[in-house]
């Protein structure tokens, strides 16, 4: 942190409104006048604590502050009681709105002190640093990312010239190879005699405390000394573009110091910049550096930003390792570190970890320890997660995850008045969750929705919607468990980049529901993919757009008419199932729908069979996957359009189980389905088995139609729950396991090699408890010479009762039924016949 005051201060300021340059002298805490250039680190709460401290005493009359001058219109927000920080000033290009930036602002910024304590004092603020127009153009020019704040389109970056200390501007990410980068923060350490910058920067400047009644400008000068001495030592240490944003600066600074005067202006930016702007420059030489800059319109506002995307971690390059803890240390007033671990106690219990005051006051003496033993001001936070660790989570690292992400980093999401600018989409979608009562969260949460209830349709179709738009705010999840299509499962997270999502939308319509509609009607036009418009169809009936529908179904039957790769229709079929399942659900009218999906099941029954003659083993592996979903689409199709095709795709899986030119994986898998349907008997599974499994069948094709009969259906959803019906079908059908048992057994071992990678992939999907299972009925079995297992009474069960392990549960039966009487085995018989 730094603050200086130009030479030309004293002779009245000549040189800020002729251009004979500006030069620095710090001004000291005996009040000598002269401008106040205070040197910060974004988002540090010792800077935010010292430029309160130093705006108190200087009372300056105008407040300049490193930020894009298109936010100055939006100042007035700041001081709003609406408006809680963490929050972003978000500029983007009205013609593109995805080439964004952001120029985000915590509670404990020193950015976001200054624009405070200027709207308190009724003092003007004002940004200067380059315009927004001009880092969006220049970042489109380049093709590379924008010169300030986190730019939505690429990686999020915000490098800068310091990226490691976030000591400097807000970064531009240019690639100057030229250039030299350093890190102030660690050079400045290194020479302190510490290996971690961030450590240093706490002892040095957060463990000051606040209530220290030493020179306000003290530190300031301080800082701005070594800037000064780095600067000579490394040059300008970062990319070109900085020289420009330090020349707008310049003239900005100059501007003010002529209309308010040398003492009456104060200027909050990046330490880095502070020798910069006391550089001896002419107004001609700054403004020949903007001469000539791309430029373009642009739009501004406010919107929320949350800790975790402050964090050096989520990609922001002047970000910092730990909001939440900075928070902290900004907001209380006084023992951070007793404070702090009462925070984390309360946490654990919350979630029902054993934590009594004991700990906390255990906690704390630990703390202060580590910290006198590290020779360090006061306990920060290695030393209290360390006496956390010890203390609260008995040495283990576990819970830490926890606390790190709650309250080391935090998951606080700011918020922004009504009256902040915001696109008309913006404003529709706020509207809709106000009604719908989702509100936005940094917390990740999942929302289960019963769509039977007309809120819960209404969430679904919205978040369907912006799916639609790519505003991904929700994911849907993988249903759990339920008898029927009326319930819907999401994860809900929502991001700052999302408004950005949102003003791109935007081109679309002034509502969700609009701007999905024409997107969907522009996606169908635009579709070559049959199975990409089946998808879309899908999608428009989740997210009930009954305008875009007829749109998608005029481009599906066309494609489907001209289509005839039967591969391409197995793919499109299942999300047209899908679409009619979900339709009936929401009581849309899929007519239509219906009689496209059964066309196109029908002309799948016709082609599929001589499709999947003479097919190589991948191209068998994927006939397979679209076998499987054809199946299961069939079965979804309601009545009308899926009663008359069952028998023939009944028919078309008997053609593919008994055709010798089908690959084995697909006539096993045909035979499979047929079996779980109920239209092959058991005798007849027998058969096609004994037959596949024959001796003049080659080792390669038997492990093949294995795999397809007893392995699971292809799908990631699905598959380890169909292996392992398929490994208990032969454990109750032990004619079934012999036939595997005695082919496998007969394998011989030059042939073995080839189709242990089939037997292995098939059998590994098993659950070890069916696995197991099956080798010991495969030990005792007929193929190792031991005697035939005896016919059971009933699939899984023994032949007879075992008397003994019935009777030691008699007991306890008589003290749930409260029987009296004599126990025993005497009237065991009564006991279970009164129990049925």
């Not at 290695?382 to 935090?410: F, K, N, Q, Y």
Request: with cysteine.
């Amino acid at each position: 942190m730094t603050t200086t005051r130009a030479p030309g201060a004293a002779s009245g300021g000549a040189g800020a409104g002729t251009g004979t340059g500006t030069g620095t002298a710090v001004r000291s805490g005996s009040g000598a006048g002269g401008p106040l250039l205070l040197g910060v680190r974004h988002h540090g709460p010792g800077s935010a604590r010292a430029v309160r401290a130093a705006l108190d005493a200087a009372a300056p009359r105008v407040v300049l502050i490193e930020g894009p001058p298109e936010g100055d219109a939006l100042l007035a927000l700041a001081g709003d009681e609406a408006m809680r920080p963490p929050v972003a000033l978000l500029a983007h290009a009205v013609d593109d709105p995805g080439r964004a930036a952001f120029w985000p602002l915590a509670e404990f910024s020193p950015e976001w002190v200054a624009i405070r304590w200027a709207l308190a004092h009724d003092v003007p603020a004002r940004f200067i640093d380059l315009p927004a127009a001009h880092s969006l153009a220049l970042a489109a020019a380049d093709d590379g990312p924008v010169d300030v704040g986190v730019h939505a389109d690429e990686s999020e970056s915000e490098a800068g010239s310091v990226p490691a200390s976030g000591c400097g501007g807000e970064g531009d990410g240019s690639r100057d190879d030229e250039s030299v980068r350093i890190d102030p923060l660690a050079v400045l350490a290194e020479a302190a005699g510490y290996d971690d910058p961030e450590r240093w920067w706490e002892d040095v400047i957060e463990h000051r405390g606040a209530d220290r009644a030493d020179d306000p400008f003290a530190p300031f000068a301080a800082v701005a000394e070594a800037m000064g001495a780095l600067r000579e030592e490394y040059g300008d240490g970062g990319p070109r573009r900085d020289l420009v944003r330090e020349a707008h600066m310049r003239l900005q600074f100059r501007a003010a110091r002529k209309e308010f005067g040398d003492d009456g202006v104060a200027v909050v930016c990046g330490a880095w910049h502070v020798p910069a702007l006391g550089r001896k420059t002419t107004v001609a030489a700054d403004r020949a550096l903007l001469k000539g800059l791309p430029k373009v319109k642009t739009g501004m506002t406010w919107v929320p930003w949350t800790h975790r995307r402050l964090a050096r971690d989520s990609g922001y390059g002047a970000g910092i390792d730990s909001p939440g803890w900075y928070g902290h240390l900004f907001g209380v007033p006084d023992r951070p570190v007793e404070r702090w671990l009462t925070k984390v106690a309360g946490l654990l219990r919350e979630e029902d970890r054993t934590v009594s005051s004991a700990h906390v006051i255990e906690a704390v003496r630990l703390a202060g320890t580590l910290a006198a033993m590290r020779g360090r001001p006061l306990a920060g936070l290695t030393e209290t997660t360390d006496a956390v660790r010890a203390v609260m989570c008995e040495g283990s690292d576990v819970p830490l995850g926890l606390i790190h992400d709650r309250l080391i980093v935090g998951e606080v999401l700011g918020e922004v008045p009504d009256t902040a600018p915001a696109v008309p989409l913006q404003r529709d979608l706020t509207a809709l969750q106000r009604t719908l009562r989702l509100k936005p969260e940094a917390l990740e949460r999942e929302l289960d929705l019963d769509l039977r209830k007309e809120l819960d349709a209404e969430r679904g179709r919205l978040l369907h919607r912006l799916r639609l738009l790519g505003i991904d705010w929700g994911e849907p999840l993988v249903a759990r468990p339920s008898t029927g299509t009326f319930r819907e499962s999401w994860r809900l997270r929502w991001e700052p980049e999302l408004y950005v999502r949102v003003a791109e939308a935007g081109v679309w319509g002034t509502t969700v529901l609009s701007a999905a509609t024409a997107k969907a009607e522009s996606r169908a036009l635009a579709a070559t993919a049959l199975a990409e418009i089946t998808a879309l169809a899908e999608r428009c009936l989740l997210a009930a757009l009954p305008d875009a529908l007829p749109v998608v179904m005029r481009a599906l039957a066309d494609r489907a008419a001209l289509d005839a790769d039967v591969g391409r229709l197995a793919q499109a079929l299942p999300a047209l199932a899908r679409s009619l399942r979900y339709g009936d659900v929401r009581s849309t009218d899929t007519g239509a729908l219906g009689d496209v999906a059964a066309g196109l099941a029908e002309r799948i029954c016709v082609g599929l069979p001589p499709a999947c003659a003479g097919l190589d083993a991948d191209g068998a592996a994927e006939m397979r996957g679209h076998l499987d979903g054809v199946h299961t689409a069939i079965g979804l199709l309601p009545d009308g359009h899926g009663r008359d095709l069952a028998g023939r795709w009944g028919a078309v899986l008997r053609t593919l189980a008994g055709r010798d030119t089908v690959p084995g994986v697909i006539r096993g898998r045909a035979a499979r389905l047929l079996l779980d349907d109920g239209r092959l008997a058991e005798d007849e599974a027998a058969r096609l088995m004994g037959l596949a499994l024959s001796p003049g069948t080659p080792p390669t094709d038997a492990a093949a139609w294995i795999e397809g009969f007893v392995g699971g259906a292809s799908g990631a959803g699905r598959q380890q729950a169909a292996s392992s019906a398929g490994g208990m079908l032969l454990v109750h059908d032990e004619r079934l396991l012999g036939l595997v048992d005695a082919w496998l057994t007969g394998v011989s071992a030059e042939a073995f090699t080839d189709v242990l990678p089939l037997l292995r992939r098939t059998f590994s999907a098993y659950e070890p408890g069916v696995r197991r299972t099956l080798g010991e009925l495969v030990a005792r079995g007929p193929a190792n010479g031991g005697p035939a297992a005896p016919e059971a009474t009933a699939p899984g069960f023994g032949p007879g009762l075992d008397e003994a392990r019935a009777d030691a549960v008699l007991p306890v039966l008589r003290l749930l039924l409260g029987a009296e009487g004599s126990g025993g085995a005497d009237n065991s018989d009564d006991l279970l016949e009164a129990t049925g």
